[in-house]
């Protein structure tokens, strides 16, 4: 194990102890802290902690901390032990009971003063929770006022002196903790050469795998595991928490420990605590089912035995992992759907849905024509704070965050926004979305399959819209000019290649429906349509001219593909039935003959 090194915005407030006077940490403050205890072992603790025992060894006699709720306290570490009486309190003019004294905002500004002239040995004063002092801080009321200006002025009038053996410079040290910079006024940080401002980041891959070994020492089995499980195990811990806090590790080593997920499958636990499922779905589902399946999606999804093959190919990956390099919160699979409009798209996803789930109404749809605008973004993810709808969350991350486990349909991806592409940059490359409300969502267990009809059509030199690809083309022949079309879209009108890269080989190009496929299409739906008036008791029938003109009708023009064919089977077939039964006053146990759709005009024969 490579040796330890302090996070790089404690090594910075270090470096400058000595310069200023008054630092700033924001960003990542709520969160663990890692440290090192003795050599060797690394373990995690708050941001006060941490400060209280840094500040310690740097030759800090006292660190008084004080927060909003209660008041200032005298905080104690492993280099700080305090004894029962400690007067730091007291010399700030404060009145202690116990290592504690309660104090407002007011109290604050009096300490403030009190601190910068205390002599002896250096002690520093934490404002925790600093983003509460203020409501709006541009209109401060008189007491915030007073309390930022005492700090600007003290600042800048604060001198060093030396302290410690070997006489190093030091200030009595005001350390702000806040979430973000804005939330002290700008008036006191910016241009302000005695405040430093420290960000306090996210832990990296570095911090997680120090921590790891301490975390994963009380998780079941870790005592008894070989050096390489262990090994893998905290490779499987980092690479799985990746973009996580060290709090949340901590949880999740907890979550192991109460649920007795052993060792080995601590990635299981990872999964359980994104995404609150006990059992990984995936591995649930009906293998045979699946097995099966090829021909079940046949009757339904006809002509494209490609697109169906690759799908659930994309399906047994999710199932059984295998080369799926899923770093991470990638999501399950993605698969990207091209071709004519009305050949099975929308309908294989919908196939796929309800063998996953037994439901097909229970996948996730979007609509991208929707979602045109350049903000329509926030529709997905939330409005940020401060705006309307800021409270409802985006249409994307509640979906997810109340079904995890799913299919994802964004259909006609060419009509969304460009905003809206580097939200599924996102996804695609992370798995991870922050909702405006700052949750962050995982697409972890999340099937998403794009939809379009990119590639059918192309602008020429005049810039009109002519055919790519026509129905008589070999189907070779359109899977390559509609590639050619996609790849031109994302690399030249878009500028955004990267999609195209995180899809990869999953871009399924869909044929157009052949004559052959179409007339099992046309009998399929004449057939249901019958069966349909035979469940209420009635029986329709056609004639042959009348069977073969309607034929003719729907298989003319393929263009459409199968939902030509209904539109074609509702204008000439659905709707003058249903004309001539209601003005028949059809009932129960009527017997009916179709004719002379042949002639233009359908007429209904009452046997």
């Known amino acids: 194990m490579p040796d330890y090194e302090k996070p790089r915005w404690l090594r910075d407030l270090l470096r400058f102890l000595p310069l200023k006077s008054q630092f700033v940490l924001s960003g990542n403050v709520r969160d663990l802290q890692t440290c090192e205890v003795a050599p060797g072992m690394i373990t995690a603790q708050s941001l006060v902690n941490t400060l209280t025992d840094t500040l310690g060894e740097a030759g800090y006699a006292r660190l008084v901390v004080w927060n909003p709720l209660s008041g200032f306290s005298v905080s104690e570490g492993r280099m700080v032990p305090v004894e029962q009486g400690d007067e730091t309190l007291q010399r700030l003019g404060l009145t202690p009971v116990g290592n504690a004294a ?25 404002v925790d929770f600093a983003s509460r002092l203020t409501v709006r801080t541009e209109s401060l009321s008189a007491a915030e ?83 390489t499980t262990l090994e893998d195990a905290e490779s499987a811990f980092v690479d799985g928490t990746e973009g996580l806090l060290l709090s949340d590790m901590n949880a999740i080593a907890t979550l192991a420990r109460v649920e007795n997920v052993p060792i080995g499958k601590i990635s299981d636990a990872v999964r359980r605590y994104k995404v609150g499922v006990t059992e990984d779905p995936w591995l649930r589902i009906d293998r045979e089912k699946i097995h099966n399946a090829e021909p079940t999606i046949r009757k339904r999804v006809k002509g494209q035995t490609h697109a169906v093959t690759h799908m659930l190919d994309l399906i047994k990956r999710a199932m059984t992992g295998v080369g799926a390099q899923r770093k991470g919160n990638r999501p399950r699979g993605v698969a990207f ?38 903000h329509s973004d926030q529709r997905l993810i939330g409005a940020p704070p401060g705006y309307v709808g800021y409270d409802v969350g985006g249409e994307l991350t509640n979906a997810i965050r109340e079904r995890p486990f799913s299919v994802v349909l964004f259909d006609e991806i060419e009509k969304a926004h460009p905003r809206i592409l580097d939200k599924f940059l996102q996804i695609l490359d992370d798995g991870v979305l922050t909702s405006g409300r700052g949750d962050r969502v995982y697409f972890s267990e999340a099937l998403i399959v794009f939809t379009s009809n990119l ?153």
């Open 455 to 607: 590639g059918i059509f192309r602008e020429d030199e005049l810039g009109q819209r002519v055919p790519n690809v026509l129905p008589s083309d070999r189907f070779e022949e359109i899977g390559g000019k509609v590639l050619a079309e996609i790849q031109k879209h994302f690399k030249l009108v878009l500028n955004r290649p990267e999609i195209l890269n995180r899809i990869g080989e999953n871009i399924i190009v869909f044929d157009f429906i052949r004559e052959n496929v179409a007339q099992e299409i046309f009998d399929q739906m004449v057939s249901a349509v019958l069966e349909d008036i035979a469940s209420q008791g009635m029986s329709v029938a056609l004639d042959e001219p009348s069977t073969i003109a309607l034929k003719h009708r729907c298989l003319s023009d393929l263009s459409n593909g199968g939902r030509g064919i209904r539109n074609q089977i509702e204008a000439h077939l659905i709707n003058p039935l249903a004309r001539g039964m209601f003005d028949q006053n059809a009932t129960t146990g009527d017997r009916f003959l179709v004719t002379d759709i042949d002639t233009g005009e359908l007429r209904l024969r009452k046997l």
């Open 337 to 374: 759907l091209a071709g004519p409009t009305g050949v099975g798209k929308t309908e294989l996803a919908k196939t796929l849905t309800s063998l996953l789930f037994g439901d097909e109404s229970a996948y996730i749809r979007f609509d991208m024509s929707e979602f045109s605008s350049e």
């Open 102 to 126: 309660p104090g407002g905002i007011d109290a604050l500004t009096a300490c403030l003063e009190r601190l910068t002239a205390l002599d002896g040995p250096p002690v520093a004063l934490v």
């Open 145 to 227: 006022h007073n309390l930022f200006t005492r700090a600007l002025v003290l600042a800048h009038t604060a001198s060093p002196r030396p302290a410690g053996e070997q006489r190093r410079p030091f200030f009595n040290t005001v350390i702000w903790v806040v979430e973000k910079e804005g939330d002290l006024p700008d008036w006191l940080l910016i241009g302000n050469p005695r405040i430093r401002h420290v960000p306090v980041s996210r832990p990296d891959s570095a911090s997680r795998r120090a921590l790891s070994p301490a975390l994963l020492r009380g998780v079941p089995g870790s005592q008894q595991a070989s050096a």
